[in-house]
Structure formats: C-alpha cells, structure tokens
C-alpha cells in the first residue's frame, strides 16, 4: 500500500542511509547546501491530524521538514500546530490571501499580514508558500510583482527562490508522484525527464543511485495508516482528479466544480 505513514517512513530511510540530508526550506534558503540532500516540504491543505503523525516519524528519525499551514479550518489546528514546531520543524504559511480577495493586491497585503502575524505566534516564520487555488483565476504567486518578501521578513518561497534547474521536484499531488496532468498550479520548469509512479520505485531509484542528488520533496498529509482514512481518500482523489481534469477543459463543469471547493473549505 502507498501513501500510507509507514510507506512514508520507509521513504525517509532509504534517503537518510543512501547518504542524503534532509533538511527544511528554511535550512535550503540559508545554507544553500551541498552534496546530496532532500527539502522536506509538506503543504497542510487539510487533515492536520495526520501532518502529526509524520512530523512524529520524522522527529523519531531526527528530521526536521517544513510545514505550510493554511487558514481554512481543516488546516488551521493550533495545538496541531503547536505540537509540530514543538518537534522541531519550521512552520511556514501557505498563502492564498490574493485568491480570496479576488484580485485585490492591497485587501490580499492587509490579509497576508494578518494570517503571517497569527502563524508567528508559533514559530518565526521565515518561509512561505503560495497555495493553488486551482478554481480560481487569480494565481497566489501573482502577489509578489507588487511586493518583495523582504517586506514581510521573509526569506523564501519554494515557487520564487528555488533553483529547479538543479533541484529535482516530485510531489504527491492527486496521489501519485506522477500525477501532473491533474496540477493547475504546481509545476516547476523539469530539467531532469525523469518520474516515478510509486514510492517503491523512488525507494529502488534511491539504492540503485539511479535518484538526482539534490530534490525538493512535496508530501501532503492525506498519508494514513487507518484503513477506512485510506480507503476514501484514494476513492476522493480518483473522482476529484477527474473532476479537476475535465473542469480545466470545460467552463461549466469549471464552475460547478468551483462552488463545489469553495463550500468545502471553511475560514
């Protein structure tokens, strides 16, 4: 079974004994390392109970990742929070102030400082990262031609200030590591022609050393060990790719699906 936390376990041992560093974005935009290493990023989009869980495996490892936060309710957990940054991972905010605001570059800044102020009252936040808002037409990213991350003390967004000519990118999104045709928003420049369907093939890749050296890794946290948790979420996500998929291709079912996301999440 992939995407499950003891898969995600064995992922993160095969990387620490084939002699990579795990490091967070935070530590990536500091150090700018060398050798090879993989940035653990999570994007907390939901389920923050199960960010938990993995913030727990990688603690036991003696990792630390970064996670992004959002302010809807089903991301937005303060003791969940807490715990995490208690374990030693970077907490950063995953911003989407410029999607909800419509456009609004001033109302989405008086936002963003507002959510970036509260997600410091947990950790000293340094990083940040947009969310895609997929049924929107308003790209988060959008926010930075009016401003700079400096004017919010901040260091790095994975989108704005990585170098992905030289850092490979694979992400979970519609639960497979190859899943890309069902990104609106989650697409780096690829200068490497190479991907993965499964954990166990990265797993192989990574003992063979047949794996790039340097990476950015995204893993959401619809990772789970619960049978039942596993079962629907592998269920949700083959009819929400679709869904997502045909929308990018039809405006109406664009607009049905939209309203659909928007009375899903709760702020």
């Given at each position: ?35 090879n ?8 989009d ?11 495996v990688e ?22 929070i ?21 456009g ?21 936040v340094?990083t ?6 997929s ?20 260091i ?22 190859d ?7 989650d ?13 166990d ?23 789970s060990d619960?049978?039942?948790q ?13 869904l ?24």
């Amino acid at each position: 079974m992939d995407f499950t936390i003891k898969t995600y376990e064995r992922l993160l041992k095969s990387f620490l004994t084939n002699g990579y560093s795990l490091i967070t974005y935070q530590q990536y935009c500091k150090q700018k390392p060398e050798g090879n290493f993989v940035i653990l990023r999570h994007d907390v989009d939901e389920i923050a109970n199960n960010a938990l869980k993995m913030a727990k495996v990688e603690h036991r490892l003696g990792i630390s990742a970064t996670y992004y936060f959002r302010i809807v309710k089903q991301s937005n957990q303060p003791n969940i929070i807490k715990a995490i940054s208690a374990l030693g991972h970077e907490i950063g905010y995953h911003y989407e102030d410029l999607a909800f605001t419509k456009g609004d570059l001033q109302q989405a800044r008086k936002t963003f400082e507002k959510n970036l102020t509260y997600f410091r009252e947990f950790y000293p936040v340094c990083t940040v990262c947009m969310h895609g808002s997929s049924t929107s037409k308003y790209d988060n990213r959008e926010f930075w031609r009016a401003f700079s991350l400096s004017d919010f003390g901040l260091i790095g967004e994975p989108y704005l200030t990585t170098n992905f000519k030289d850092i490979f990118y694979f992400t979970d999104t519609g639960y497979a590591w190859d899943g890309g045709k069902y990104a609106v928003r989650d697409i780096v420049e690829d200068s490497f022609g190479i991907s993965f369907h499964s954990s166990d093939e990265i797993i192989r890749a990574v003992e063979k050393g047949d794996f790039p050296p340097q990476c950015l890794m995204l893993a959401h946290t619809l990772w789970s060990d619960n049978i039942m948790q596993w079962t629907l979420l592998h269920i949700r996500e083959f009819i929400r790719n679709n869904l997502k998929y045909l929308a990018m291709r039809n405006k109406f079912l664009h607009n049905i699906y939209g309203r659909m996301v928007k009375a899903y999440w709760k702020r």
